[in-house]
């Protein structure tokens, strides 16, 4: 499905279904059209390419989604994906791909799939601001992409707090005596966010370079739009920065995990061998009595065996106090 | 064996063992020839040198294997190395070395020794686009890297099925209980991939560089071929790219692995260790009524046996329900 | 707030509420200003946007806090973000946001939130040394970039004296007979002071590429203004170096402590697994003596009671010397 | 001892002991001469100096081994140091320091110390192209280059064989019930040729940067000579990453061998807590029917005996099989 | 304390305390002027400010130790920052900072405190080349810094010898039984003669670049001089990559190390378990006789209790010979 808006001196004229003789008028009267294409068909992507003159390497590489940020400068159109980026339900990367052409002055092409990266803040930003829009196409290029890197930072923020989360969830299980189940489910969750983050930095990395290129760009990246652009691109390096902090703060809470559960478990292994050494003593003791010696003067005392018994409580307790003042218990 | 294909127009005019006087002709003629070398002989490589002028160090590497993909610059020609890489049974790497010599503006010498690299796509796409093909024997050298690094993605993707496939299974280990030999066999398995992922990144990542030198070299790579060398480069940067999230992935099921097995370990340590103690504590109160003083009242009762039995089950049971509260249990 | 100070000749000549008309009178007679706003209200922010020409971008920028430390050159102005920082009572950074713009060669504006960075070293230094204030707005930035890079330094003082004394707690570790509460206290104090390090290089590093810029722009930092600049930038260089002294110095005391911890747990389980030996050999033996049969020639010595305890006593005994001499006691 | 070597038109005119009058002749005639000095007393070098001209820190250089590779370039002359590098019997780096001084168009002279580096190849390869030669002494200079990297080659499929023995050994560990007297030996055994691999890429690393050196002086690196120096290079570099690769593989090996061993400790730690667990239960029973308690109806039983040994075997094998059926066994 | 050195043609002429008009004449006369400042007061060095037109930043930074090596060049001066090191008693780095002002064309100025770096190295090779000292202070400032960091070679040196005996002494540790005692003290060691390496890396790196800022000025760093200067920033280049081996060095072996422990610890748990088993069985066979059973037909043998010894002794006898089988003991 293509849709097709044109715009007259930065005001959408009107919106209708793709033809032809849309762009062949746009191109003669100055106005700038964007085709935005949902899940194209092969059949419309050539259509594409015939009415604007798009290149065939470009138009190949828009078959094909799973591809890396970046931009490809043909002679008189350039070629731009990105990945517009959400967190599912179980905070797992939500990848929405963007191809973009943009070239000869007036057009922009948004090349979408489903579940696809909405635009209706970029709409409206151009019904707000059509001064700017007037600055040419470079202008909608740069609230494509500012729309996009809004929605890093965003995903950033909810990481960041995924991260506290789980930094708190590891001084709790360094306090409560925690489970196998709980610890499993919580180091399972640091890889799984810690997976996300690395994919998310591994995706949103190449639109540094991607946007560099557009503003080396002086016909895309005009000189009034050329701060804008930066501001992109900052906002970019801001979201690699953050996930950098993220995911050290995730690789710290790992290893402080892991520290914590051999602590916790050393501290369970000593009680359990010294309560064991605590429990042997007496056991020794009831044995001796229990021989068969014919002299064995204490058996015949009346206390002989009050005496055994609280000899081997003052035998348990004094080794508890010994482990106690080591602090093995 | 050396097979001499000859291009008139782009179209392949016919195939013929080589002979030194096509080369002449073609030259003459203005057509393209593309020799293909298997398993070479010395003289066979001899008399290419001498009969195509090309540079001994180049055919002095040819002779060796193993070699890092590269592209050598000499006044007329250039060397390429490549490799075509596969998967064998056992997931390791099968390397398809190629080295191709291409200059004199109109041949392109292929040379592959067995078990060969195939080139049955190339000559389908030279068949189908023969009119790119009278750009030059850059576009036929551009045919030989794009379906070699094809080969890469579709590598890559056969290595993060692997890699996903291992990260279920680490997930499977956490929940059922799993033996020693299925945790080594794993562990062997990540160790095994992981090897086929590093070293296909080693083979990979020259192949940058090479395909860079041939952008620069603009009677190779002319105007019109450039998006498409470019469109090559990118790839063996995606290849790259995800080789990397391979890794990661690995390196973290690696981790995950090592932390379950580490939890799981304490886990049934500690839960030996309980109920060794539970058991020691009836073992402890039996030896005390095994004791032979002559005065033990509790020894006469009528009841005193089954009171016994009943007081080593209250304490063994007790000892589990602490357990159990801590969660050694 | 806005306060506006107005500088004739170097010397303080007023300072009053922010009004528009000061800004054209500085303008005209040459006066440099210094506007210091704190907390603003975005009507405060657009009145300073359009007195003074800021640029959209830089004023949208300045919103919002928590941005990374940058500079971006506008066609007239600069605009600044710094971060001052110090240490909170748990050792934990507080962040302290400064905003500069800079500009027209009369004007600095600085935006500030609460708790804000304090400027009255600024205010003093400005006091003795006027002539140099003449020299331009730059010294004025140069006086606020230095009292921020100089609280640099005085964090990383007390950061490595924090290393210090953690260094020495783990060195105290090894010596006394650590409990596990101190032990856990001392890991997530290390993982504490780790993550501020960590946070303070993340803030810190890109003032390296900001004061950089700086010192491009012969506008601010002029020829007798360089040596300053340059000294600021060694400073924040300088910082960077002594952070990834202490941050090495926190991963060895992790490494050490959890190796020290990982040697302590090995010896005490040795012990009580020895002692748990000494125990069984003298149950063993009274196990014996306390079998029921009819032939056993020692239950009749009148000494075998005796004898039977010494042979305990001699078993445990030698068994200890054993475990002496291995070193496992 | 000082041999001088006197080429006229490439070939080998004669081979004398080194006097002061055959530099003079050979500077004259345009005679190339290759001096050979091992273990120079320091007369002897400076006589070099004085006759060649040769810059005292250059010959002050050469007076200490164990320098790292690099090409220092004076006004009329170059100074090299290069590694001869080969394996001892204990698989230890044997480093074979060679220093050259090249220049004045005429003449190479090679320091060498016992145990000398061998040039017998060299020697060969200048009387079978002696057309060459004639290029200058920048050929010689590439064939004692040449020379040394072709070791690095030899040297790494050497540990290249090595790194593969380990591994299979580790996995034939994995397999066998390995001792800790050979789990010892291997991991010093990683851990000695692992520091072998990290020196030999120390030394050959720096090679990298002084070819590229003599390459880009091009009195040295003529345009014929150029393609030969850049296969050296070409050489060092994939000496370097094959290096690489083996140093990986021996860190994979060290990495699973640990694992494994964890693993086998792990898996007999968990075999032998539960047999204690097994013998423990029929302990108590036997402990059962040791109580003392005058009723006892079991004791009086004509088939107690069996009955308790029964119940002691079933209580094992129970257990025996619960733990099996976990596969703690 | 200022004592002031004038050098006339190169030879020291004579010796003084400093005075102003002692650089007067010296700038007159064209003198060569050293003056040698130790522990300064402020006063002293703002007579040397004023007398020499020192920058005000440049003495500034002067007075703060603990900098990192620099050259910061003023317009008609430079500022050096160096320093000196040595190993004290403990392996601990033992910092002299020297700073050294340089400019004019015929002053040098070094600051010291004490404990300070000597210079009578230096005052030996002047008077030994008086000739070259003719050529400047460049000179003087190539033997302070030869002087410098031909003492970070000395040092290396030293350090590789201590990292030799850390890996000779994991080695013992290996074969002999280690108590915990001297396997902390080890362990305490490799810590502190990293951090040692560690710390002297971070002093002496900026050095590199120092050097390098020193060499692009070619007023110090005359041509004559440039190889000199060369030859200097080839022995820090040097003394990085040999530091560099050392760290390695220490890292292997504490990785060894805790290999090693860790396999001894697992070795001794495996013996002591094994040990355990051992005695439980002749324990649990002692208990079975210890029952009170009135038909146990071995109570009444003759042998029953030699039968029941051996009983003993033969169990206990075969699970050692199977521990032993599979090397757990």
Known sequence: MITCRSYRDGELERETAFEPQVVRAARENGHRIWLDVVDPTDEELETLRAGLGLHELAVE??????????????????????????????????????????????????????????????????????ALASEGIGYLLYLLLDEIVDGYLDLVDRLEDLGDDIEDAVADEERGGESGEAYRALAARIFRVRQTVVRFRRLAAPMREAVDVILENQAVATLPLAPYYRDVLDHVIRTLELLDNVRDLLTSARELQLAQASNRMNIVMKQLSAWAAIILIPTLIAGIYGMNFNHMPELRWLFGYPFAIAFMAVAAFTLYRIFRKREWL
């Open 61 to 130: 590489d828009s078959r094909r989604w799973g591809q890396r940020a970046k931009v490809d400068l043909y002679p008189d159109h350039l070629f731009l994906v990105a990945h517009g980026l959400d967190l599912d339900g179980r905070d797992e990367l939500a990848d929405r791909e963007v191809h973009v052409f943009a070239g000869g002055g007036f057009y922009v092409v948004t090349v979408r799939r489903e579940p696809k990266f909405e635009f209706d803040k970029v709409h409206d930003r151009l019904a707000i601001a059509p």
